[in-house]
């Protein structure tokens, strides 16, 4: 999750640098009080993980991983199965004979195992992907609690070493994601 907090710092950054100056600003009243501060602080691994978005995302994720390990499960036990015989054979073939069949078993084990790793990563990846989208969307609601609370700045909570609970604007921040968002699926 530092990795997230990074991509949020660096996304956050760009989208808001041109809005320093309308910050300043004092918005129109919302319809929630928000504190009033020129520094704000977030937590942006409870900003995504409790958000509907980040829990949508987070038991997809969790369903495909769950179907990536019953399938490496079930290919472990027809590879264990497949050894197996190719050991029972071993006795009654000459090595010549074993040889291209004890090859060909490696190979199949060894490309199994590369298609099986790159499930891995691109469910990986599409891990990263939701977490950029959700920021991405996330940024002007983020963009327009910072007008409301007249701050110029809004911090990864974890990068600031002492301040008030007063600043720290994540529950809100859900509070609007959910409200501008939802689960992200629309």
């Known amino acids: 999750m530092r990795r997230l907090a990074r991509i949020f710092s660096t996304l956050l950054a760009v989208v808001l640098a041109g809005s320093f100056a309308a910050a300043q600003e004092q918005a129109a009243p ?6 009033q501060s020129p520094i704000l602080t977030v937590d942006t691994d409870r900003l995504y993980s409790q958000s509907a978005f980040g829990l949508r995302v987070a038991k997809e994720i969790d369903e495909r991983g769950a179907a990536l390990a019953a399938e490496n499960r079930k290919i472990e036990a027809e590879l264990t199965e497949e050894e197996q015989d190719l ?12 040889r291209p069949l ?17 499930k891995g990563r691109e469910l990986s990846q599409q891990l990263e992907k939701e ?3 959700f920021l991405n969307a996330a940024a002007p609601v983020l963009e327009t609690l910072m007008r409301d609370a007249g701050a110029a700045l809004i911090l990864e909570r974890r990068s600031v070493f002492l301040s008030t609970n007063a600043i720290d604007i994540t529950d809100e921040a859900i509070a609007r994601i959910n409200a501008a968002l939802g689960d992200g699926t629309d």
Request: no cysteine; proline share 3%.
């Open 30 to 35: 919302t319809q929630r009080s928000v504190v």
């Open 87 to 98: 050991t029972d054979k071993r006795a009654t073939l000459t090595p010549e004979e074993f």
């Open 102 to 118: 004890a090859d060909s078993f490696d190979e199949k084990v060894q490309s199994t195992r590369r298609a099986q790793e790159a």
């Open 131 to 133: 977490q950029i989208a």
